[in-house]
Nanobody
Framework: QVQLVESGGGLVQPGGSLRLSCAASGTISSIYDMGWYRQAPGKQRDVVATITTGGSTNYADSVKGRFTISRDNAKNTMYLQMNSLKPEDTAVYYC???????????????WGQGTQVTVSS
């Protein structure tokens, strides 16, 4: 069994910061691409940022310069540092990972349960 567990969400004022974490646990051989996604009420789930095993990153235009994605491969953990938060960043944030549970098996995609981020005064 594999689990991705997000943490670090909450209520923050505009201009504030939050740091999200996503910890992968269970039977895991290798983790490949990881990413953060978000879904606001009534909207589709959109990509926020992605990171490869080697650390190459991509960001949605709306968060460039404000958010930073990183990962600790030794801890099977990914992070999202969010600065200068805006009300439009309010959403449920999900982490995703492509991983192989056992050597020789196929790579599968897993999702966390999501963590709420609310930016409001």
């Amino acid at each position: 069994q594999v689990q991705l567990v997000e943490s670090g969400g909450g209520l923050v004022q505009p201009g504030g910061s939050l740091r999200l974490s996503c910890a992968a646990s269970g039977t895991i051989s290798s983790i490949y691409d990881m990413g953060w996604y978000r879904q606001a009420p009534g909207k589709q789930r959109d990509v926020v940022a992605t990171i490869t095993t080697g650390g190459s990153t991509n960001y949605a235009d709306s968060v460039k310069g404000r958010f930073t994605i990183s990962r600790d491969n030794a801890k099977n953990t990914m992070y999202l540092q969010m600065n200068s938060l805006k009300p439009e960043d309010t959403a449920v944030y999900y982490c995703s990972a492509d991983l192989r549970r056992l050597p020789g098996t196929r790579v599968q995609n897993y999702w966390g349960q999501g963590t709420q981020v609310t930016v409001s005064s």
